[in-house]
């Protein structure tokens, strides 16, 4: 996980796409140059009726290894919602290992493996401690699929038990309980490490009962490459997103900046609610 740097310019490969994506963008773009953040952007403009993805773009995210893809505060049932869901997205219930066994019958896999599990879950424990977290959820359903889940909880157990996040609370909720727990206690939960699937119905919940997911913004991030993008056309929403990237590029001075403006959004609209659904694809590892 990126560490804060020393405010060095750094390029960032930009991607306004269609619709509004171009005015929101450009209206954003004005706000970072006002605040003299230490980015700057290659923009690519792509369509959705292009056939192929420019080679000069695919160059520009391998060159920059940073992507950014096109809140007012809103009144909610639910106050002093700050949750982060980090979710794998590379196995699982979607890795696409499917077939018919014979007509109408259907056989799907769920993969789960020792090396994704650590690599997603030794992220949210550095990013809690990190960015101030108390406290780290692993997020399963050991109870029933005891030998991929099972797999899942023991990577969990393995770097909760170490002794480099001493000040990092661990604890482990049934996704089925999580879910309740989510619409009727939502300010218990911190950071939420998950297995694939669980992390795609866990995030709409947490992103629903702050706002929907057209405020929630949402970023993957890989070993050295981050793509950062909004669920919907949200111009606040864009904001955030790139108050996100801000973060992940590593700059001191600019860290210090996005989450004052982030606040008096939120309190604008007379709510401090924050919700961000991380790693999901729109995300992460």
Known sequence: MPRPGFGTPRPVTLIPRDGVGPLVTGAVDQVMEAMHAPVYFEKYNIHGDMKTVPSELIESIKKNKCT?????????????????????????????????VVPGVVESLKVITKFCSERIVKYAFEYAYLNNRKKVTAVHK????????????????????????PSIHYNEMIVDNCSMQLV??????????????????????????????????????GADHAIFEQGVSAADEERMKRMRMLDYSSSKRSRTIPPRGRRSLNQEGGVANDCVAEGESPHAL
Do not use: W
């Open 184 to 221: 009727s206690k939502p300010a218990q939960f911190d950071v939420m490490v998950t297995p694939n699937l669980y992390g795609n119905l866990v995030s709409n919940i947490s992103a629903g009962i702050a706002g929907g997911t057209g405020v929630m913004p949402g970023e993957n991030v």
């Open 142 to 165: 050991a109870n029933i699929m005891k030998l991929a889940d099972g797999l899942f909880l023991e990577s969990c157990h393995e770097i909760a038990s170490t002794s480099k996040y």
């Open 68 to 100: 950014a893809l096109t809140f007012r505060g809103l009144p909610t049932r639910h106050q002093n919602i700050d949750i982060v869901v980090i979710r794998e997205n590379t196995e699982g219930e979607y890795a696409g290992l499917k077939h018919e």
